[in-house]
Nanobody
Framework: VQLQASGGGLVQAGGSLRLSCAASGSIFSIDDMGWYRQAPGKQRELVAAVTRRGNTNYANSVKGRFTISRDNAKNTVYLQMNSLKPEDTAVYYC????????????????WGQGTQVTVSS
């Protein structure tokens, strides 16, 4: 199973970016999906998460600016980031709780490779 993230880049403050993360492989189902970020010299932190049913949770620092969503049919999670600030600069990682296909039905947590988001002032 792999998580492939895309959509990062360089943007000016106030701009927008949309991140995508697609899971592929022997997947039966995916429970929670989320986005984390890690800035230089800082710990990785949760940005936003979404349950399979669509319930969402956001870090206080991004509430009202970022929107997480998912397409269960495509095993994909998105992060729409608006009104970006320089302090949003970080490597963004997607994360998912996956149940593998039968007959094993293994439950495990997986990370994507990270995508760089840089916001210039």
């Amino acid at each position: 199973v792999q998580l492939q993230a895309s959509g990062g880049g360089l943007v000016q403050a106030g701009g927008s970016l949309r991140l995508s993360c697609a899971a592929s492989g022997s997947i039966f189902s995916i429970d929670d999906m989320g986005w984390y970020r890690q800035a230089p010299g800082k710990q990785r932190e949760l940005v936003a998460a979404v349950t399979r049913r669509g319930n969402t949770n956001y870090a206080n620092s991004v509430k009202g600016r970022f929107t997480i969503s998912r397409d269960n049919a495509k095993n994909t999670v998105y992060l729409q980031m608006n009104s970006l600030k320089p302090e949003d600069t970080a490597v963004y990682y997607c994360n998912a709780d996956i149940i593998s296909s039968p007959p094993k039905f293994n439950a495990f947590n997986a990370w994507g490779q990270g995508t760089q988001v840089t916001v210039s002032s």
